[in-house]
C-alpha cells in the first residue's frame, strides 16, 4: 500500500519540497515541532532502515548532509536533532523510512508548533531552498 509519502512523491499531495535528486526527496513536516522540521525520504518505500540497499542507505545519507546545510544555514541555527523512528514501537507512523531534521533554537521551548501560519511555510521552504549549497 502507497504511503502519504509515496503520494508526495508522485506529487498527488501538496508539499513543500525543499530538496530533490533521483533516489530522494526532502519535504517541510505538516505538523512541525519547530520551523524548519524537515523530512528526508528515499523515494522507494521501503518501511525499515535496515531494508534499504547499500546504494540507497548512502544516496540518503548525501542527501540528509545536503538537506542539513540548508536547514542550518536558511534557519539560522547550528542545532538540530535528527531522528529516523523505526517501527511501530519506536513511534513510527508512516511506514516508509524518512528522518527527521528538526532545527532547534536557543529560548525557544520543545513543544510542538502546530501548524504553520498562512504563507509562513512556503517562505520557510524558500529560505531552506536557497541556503542549500548546489551539488
Known amino acids: ?5 509515496s503520494h508526495i512523491i508522485e506529487r498527488k499531495l501538496p508539499a513543500e519540497i525543499v530538496y530533490e535528486d533521483d533516489m530522494n526527496i526532502a519535504f517541510l513536516d505538516i505538523s512541525p515541532k519547530t520551523e524548519g522540521h524537515t523530512l528526508v525520504v528515499p523515494k522507494r518505500q521501503v518501511s525499515s532502515y535496515q531494508d534499504l540497499s547499500p546504494e540507497e542507505a548512502a544516496s540518503l545519507a548525501r542527501a ?7 536547514v542550518v544555514q536558511g534557519m539560522e541555527t547550528p542545532h538540530y536533532n535528527l531522528t529516523l ?3 511501530d514501537v519506536a513511534g513510527q507512523v508512516v511506514f516508509h523510512v524518512h528522518f527527521h531534521i528538526i532545527p532547534r533554537y536557543k ?3 520543545r513543544g510542538p508548533l502546530g501548524k504553520y501560519p498562512e504563507g509562513r ?6 529560505l531552506i531552498r536557497n541556503a542549500m549549497p548546489q551539488p
Do not use: K
Open 64 to 70: 540528509m548532509q545536503m538537506v542539513i546545510r540548508g
Open 85 to 87: 523512528n523505526n517501527g
Open 1 to 5: 500500500m502507497d504511503s502519504v509519502f
Open 107 to 109: 529560548n525557544l521551548p
Open 121 to 126: 511555510m512556503a517562505e520557510v521552504a524558500r
